[in-house]
């Protein structure tokens, strides 16, 4: 950790600047669209994913996931789906649906959950298994029919994850080649009306561009967080808040700006 003055702060901090990777992440994206599964296996092959045969996890290799789990990981998994059904249950009640009449025209709104939705759950570097509970279960408690799971290096931890969550097909690939099998359908990974989840600036710029073809959450890129505090504050949370961004990608930026020493 650095600790640097106002004065020291460099101008391309505050600067913006435009991802520059933009054509390979349109190139890959329309090459999936067009070849499907083929292309999806290439480019998880060519980016580190490894030579993966069978796109979806079968049964077998999910209960062989849950073996393997650790009970402690498994009831610290429960107990945060739990926690997010819960407040998710809570968003729901508090929405209603309205008629009225206006004129002789009937006007309000319904709520009708998506058919399928697709979450995206990181692991390239360090495996999220918080990041397929938090895609998962608010569409499970919304009523999505169908809920799919894509992830790439997928651990045991993130399947246990995704499946208590209730996730009905679960992907081992990853990247800008798996939201674009989600926004488009190859022969193996179904279509989707809406993508979630957080991922790299690949994955963002991945999800921006798809957007239309189907909905978005928001876009989730590299994870940022500034603290601003004095000497009141919790350092053990503030360090939690800084790591908690920190383990999600290299690019991540945690900033703490403080009065005291």
Do not use: W
Not at 19 to 29: A, L, Q, T
Not at 51 to 73: R, V, Y
Not at 158 to 183: C, E, N, P, Y
């Amino acid at each position: 950790m650095k600790i640097i003055t106002k004065n020291e702060i460099p101008e391309s901090f505050f600067e913006y600047r435009e991802f520059e990777n933009i054509d390979s992440v349109v190139e890959i994206v329309k090459d999936v669209k067009k070849r499907g599964d083929k292309a999806l296996i290439e480019y998880s092959q060519k980016f580190g994913d490894g030579n993966i045969k069978n796109i979806e996890l079968s049964e077998p290799e999910i209960q062989e996931a849950f073996d393997k789990t650790d009970e402690n990981i498994k009831n610290s998994i429960i107990f945060s789906i739990e926690n997010v059904k819960k407040f998710a249950q809570a968003q729901l009640s508090s929405i209603k649906e309205i008629e009225v009449d206006v004129n002789q025209a009937k006007l309000g709104h319904k709520i009708i959950p998506l058919s399928r939705t697709g979450a995206y759950v990181p692991g390239g570097n360090y495996p999220l298994p918080s990041s397929a509970i938090m895609s998962c279960v608010p569409a499970k408690v919304a009523g999505v029919k169908e809920v799919v799971v894509c992830s790439p290096k997928i651990q045991p931890a993130t399947i246990v994850a995704a499946k208590l969550s209730g996730a009905d097909r679960i992907f081992k690939v990853g990247g800008v080649q798996a939201i674009a099998a989600m926004a488009y359908g190859t022969e193996t990974i179904p279509r989707v009306d809406k993508i979630t989840g957080p991922g790299n600036k690949f994955v963002t710029m991945a999800k921006k561009y798809v957007y239309g073809v189907c909905g978005i959450d928001f876009l989730a890129g590299p994870s940022e967080v500034m603290i601003v505090a004095d000497e009141t504050a919790n350092h053990e949370f503030i360090a939690a808040d800084i790591l908690a961004q920190c383990e999600h990608d290299a690019d991540a930026s945690a900033i703490l700006i403080t009065t005291s020493k």
